[in-house]
């Protein structure tokens, strides 16, 4: 592993994106999808040739999931450079689809939703609820269910105010930047704001399967695909704190281009007792990375987390 890949994923510098974002954009503004996933598929393309340590990352965590019984088969074969390849692409497609999402003049097929009996029982209690999501599929999914369900769905967004994605984001559709709820505000404000949002009965989605970029926070060493990772207490403390239930959520993509989206009741209650808090804490975790790791093997090129999570010298942060 090379010095620059040692570093944490949040220490590396952002790449020069600002470019293929604003063409990707302008090109769905005025064309629509079709020219555009053209332009994505060669952005894409560029930036896998000149980005080797997310190609190494990528490589990595599918030749994890081929080790796994039935990743192997899910992924046609032994991972190689090519199936990196279409790991990115993948990634890319996930981008447009998501200009498509907040694009208010796009049609996006109907989802197919598992778990919505779960959400329809919260908003008859009038109680609110923590989604725990990941980097696997795309979450920004959930805006075809906002639609349906009557109980807004807020996002927690870890990235800096002027960050390139969200700023060209903005310019694809006018509500992009609603219903966001942004830590860069402050971490205690942002609790504030996620506590104010689940009392008043309404779901927040948040990422678990990353620490947020420049943050430190308390941590668990949990087994995932093989290898030891650090996850963040953070959205499972917040849920603690709150009082309210974790469901998982998912939102993956189908073949057909639809989305299937995913939620399963995780914990009604989490406790936060001092003498037994490092131990629920890591237990809940370990089953968050458990079945993660299921759906990674059903569907391994949508995580989208290009990053060298796997660090097996570091110690979980108390």
């Not at 209690?125 to 807004?152: D, F, M």
């Not at 695909?225 to 709150?242: M, R, T």
């Not at 995780?266 to 089953?287: D, G, I, K, P, W």
């Amino acid at each position: 592993m090379t010095r620059r890949e040692r570093r944490p994923w949040h220490g590396l510098k952002e790449r020069g994106t600002t470019w293929g974002l604003r063409l990707t954009v302008g090109v769905f503004r005025v064309c629509g999808r079709g020219p555009t996933a053209v332009v994505v598929h060669l952005v894409v393309a560029y930036f896998w040739l000149t980005d080797p340590p997310r190609r190494r990352a990528s490589l990595e965590y599918l030749k994890r999931v081929a080790a796994t019984p039935g990743g192997l088969a899910t992924l046609g074969g032994t991972p190689g450079w090519l199936t990196t390849y279409r790991h990115f692409q993948a990634f890319g497609t996930s981008i447009l689809d998501r200009f498509a999402l907040v694009s208010a003049k796009t049609a996006f097929p109907a989802p197919t939703v598992h778990g919505q009996e779960h959400l329809d029982q919260l908003a008859e209690q009038g109680r609110g609820a923590i989604l725990l999501g990941s980097h696997l599929g795309n979450l920004e999914a959930c805006r075809l269910l906002a639609k349906e369900h009557p109980v807004p769905i807020h996002a927690v967004m870890h990235a800096p105010e002027t960050d390139r994605f969200r700023l060209v984001m903005r310019r694809t559709g006018r509500d992009s930047h609603q219903r966001v709820i942004h830590t860069e505000k402050g971490a205690i404000q942002a609790a504030f704001d996620i506590r104010a949002a689940v009392e008043r009965g309404e779901l927040v989605a948040i990422l678990g399967d990353r620490v947020a970029a420049g943050q430190r926070q308390p941590t668990s060493l949990v087994s995932f695909f093989g290898g030891d990772v650090l996850l963040p207490h953070g959205p499972l403390v917040l849920a603690g704190l709150i009082g309210c239930p974790v469901l998982l959520a998912f939102g993956l993509r189908q073949p057909g281009g639809s989305y299937q989206l995913q939620f399963e009741p995780f914990a009604e209650h989490v406790e936060l007792e001092r003498a037994t808090r490092q131990q629920v804490l890591s237990r809940l975790l370990q089953a968050y990375a458990a079945r993660l790791e299921e759906q990674c093997t059903r569907v391994p090129l949508q995580w989208f987390n290009f990053h060298n999570v796997w660090h097996e010298d570091r110690r979980a942060v108390e």
